[in-house]
């Protein structure tokens, strides 16, 4: 059974950054393609940002390139969310999660993957 645990949320000012983190359970994490969504209250949950298992490959939405950085760390089982430059707009839960249907390509939908973890606030104030 796949754990998923994020980390890091917290109050932040604009113009700040928060460092986000997801530790996973189960075997064979490195082949796992892994996303950040975020659900804001009213919103639908939307992709943020994601990188894949094999090959480290990355993809952002348009909203946060420039701004965000996913990493891993397969040794740790964990993978990353570097924030910076926050807006009031990024004010959301966020979650982790995970996939073993595509090593190789990103994928931004949320229905592409099975494991979810609990969510962390992050709030941005103005």
């Known amino acids: 059974q796949v754990q998923l645990v994020e980390s890091g949320g917290g109050l932040v000012q604009a113009g700040g950054s928060l460092r986000l983190s997801c530790s996973g359970s189960?075997?064979?994490?490195?082949?796992?393609?892994m996303g950040w969504f975020r659900q804001a209250p009213g919103k639908e949950r939307e992709f943020v940002a994601g990188?894949?298992?094999?090959?480290?490959?990355?993809y952002y939405a348009d909203s946060v390139k420039g701004r965000f950085t996913i990493s891993r760390d397969n040794n740790k089982n964990t993978v990353y969310l570097q924030m910076n430059s926050l807006e009031p707009e990024d004010t959301a839960v966020y979650y982790c999660?995970?996939?073993?249907?595509?090593?190789?390509?990103?994928?931004?939908?949320?229905?592409?993957?099975?494991?979810w973890g609990q969510g962390t606030q992050v709030t941005v104030s103005s």
């Open positions: 990188i894949s298992g094999l090959g480290g490959r990355t």
């Open positions: 999660a995970a996939t073993d249907r595509s090593p190789i390509a990103v994928l931004t939908t949320s229905g592409s993957y099975a494991y």
């Open positions: 189960g075997r064979f994490f490195g082949r796992w393609t």
